[in-house]
């Protein structure tokens, strides 16, 4: 089993910045990469960026590239993503989540969830 709590959602101005953390408990963290999603209401869960176990590995989706960053301190069993530029159109619950497997988009990859953050970017 592994536990985790997203934090750091909020209320931003579009172009503000927003860090979103996500920490672990139980399973050994360092076996898993790790994953942010998010849903817009009325919309499916979608894959925002995944990071490997080691850290030296990520994958964004287009949406993000460029003004997200995901990062992992293994140290600390914490898992983090930077939004930068953020844009109305991020609003969205955000839910970080663990997978055996690299690389994986879909949500059916990953074995546990997070009960998501709330992130909402005002016009």
């Known amino acids: 089993q592994v536990q985790l709590v997203e934090s750091g959602g909020g209320l931003v101005q579009a172009g503000g910045s927003l860090r979103l953390s996500c920490a672990a408990s139980?399973?050994?963290?360092?076996?898993?990469?790790m994953g942010w999603f998010r849903q817009a209401p009325g919309k499916e869960r979608e894959f925002v960026a995944a990071?490997?176990?080691?850290?030296?590995?990520?994958v964004y989706a287009d949406s993000a590239k460029g003004r997200f960053s995901i990062s992992r301190d293994n140290a600390k069993n914490t898992v983090y993503l930077q939004m930068n530029s953020l844009k109305p159109e991020d609003t969205a619950v955000y839910y970080c989540?663990?997978?055996?497997?690299?690389?994986?988009?879909?949500?059916?990859?990953?074995?546990?969830w997070g009960q998501g953050t709330q992130v909402t970017v005002s016009s």
């Open positions: 989540a663990s997978s055996s497997r690299w690389y994986v988009a879909q949500r059916s990859g990953y074995d546990y």
């Open positions: 139980g399973r050994t963290f360092t076996r898993y990469a």
């Open positions: 990071i490997k176990w080691s850290g030296s590995s990520t």
